[in-house]
Antibody, heavy 118, light 110 residues
Framework: EVQLVESGGGLVQPGGSLRLSCAAS????????MNWVRQAPGKGLEWVSY??????YYADSVKGRFTISRDNAKNSLFLQMNSLRAEDTAVYYC?????????????WGQGTLVTVSS | QSVLTQPPSASGPPGQRVTISCSGS????????VNWYQQLPGTGPKLLIY???QRPSGVPDRFSGSKSGTSASLAISGLQSDDEADYYC???????????FGGGTMLTVL
């Protein structure tokens, strides 16, 4: 069974850093493109970042501050978040790219909440 | 403001058919396929439609998608109370080099 489990969220002060993890099971992470998508409280979905076999993309709102990476040995995806702002407060989901689609996400984790506040 | 435009709400009685629209531009819907997601209250999103009109395994055929030009639609027939959820459209945007989502449509089954 495919599962994605995020961790690493919490309360952080503006300007601080946080590293999110997404542990994958039931499939081999490096064979798939992966994404981070976030959802601010009471708001809609916002795509954050993508990592493929040879490309990495970021939303303009996080470019230069966030870094996506993966550890194939640990079958895990990461999101290093620096210079955090209040507007980064959200539930962060990792999501797997559906091989038959085009940037369509077939499996999602349960999400981890990041709160940026002093 | 979201790059893709959806109505904030939609509704219909049980058994009826409802349609949710998604409007974009030439750099996203006009040149790339559209995906639709369903998010039930308190849960993560679920892929409902991919590549404009394709259903992943397990999604009932009551859900259908279509695309024309720079707009797309999600149709739900035979409305059920379990369909009450937020629905999002999404597509890759060639100008932004990223995925863009609609603002979401909250569906109420009356």
């Amino acid at each position: 069974e495919v599962q994605l489990v995020e961790s690493g969220g919490g309360l952080v002060q503006p300007g601080g850093s946080l590293r999110l993890s997404c542990a994958a099971s039931g499939f081999t992470l490096f064979r798939y493109n992966m994404n981070w998508v976030r959802q601010a409280p009471g708001k809609g979905l916002e795509w954050v970042s993508y990592i493929g076999s040879s490309n990495i993309y970021y939303a303009d709102s996080v470019k230069g501050r966030f870094t996506i990476s993966r550890d194939n040995a640990k079958n895990s995806l990461f999101l290093q978040m620096n210079s955090l702002r209040a507007e980064d407060t959200a539930v962060y989901y990792c999501a797997r790219d559906y091989p038959s689609g085009w940037f369509s996400f077939d499996y999602w984790g349960q999400g981890t909440l990041v709160t940026v506040s002093s | 403001q979201s790059v893709l435009t959806q109505p904030p709400s939609a509704s219909g009685p049980p058994g009826q058919r409802v349609t949710i629209s998604c409007s974009g531009s030439s750099s996203n819907i006009g040149s790339n396929s559209v995906n639709w997601y369903q998010q039930l209250p308190g849960t993560g999103p679920k892929l409902l439609i991919y590549s404009n009109d394709q259903r992943p395994s397990g999604v009932p055929d009551r859900f259908s998608g279509s695309k024309s030009g720079t707009s797309a639609s999600l149709a739900i027939s035979g409305l059920q109370s379990d369909d009450e959820a937020d629905y999002y459209c999404a597509a890759w945007d060639d100008s932004l080099n990223g995925v863009v989502f609609g603002g979401g449509t909250m569906l109420t089954v009356l």
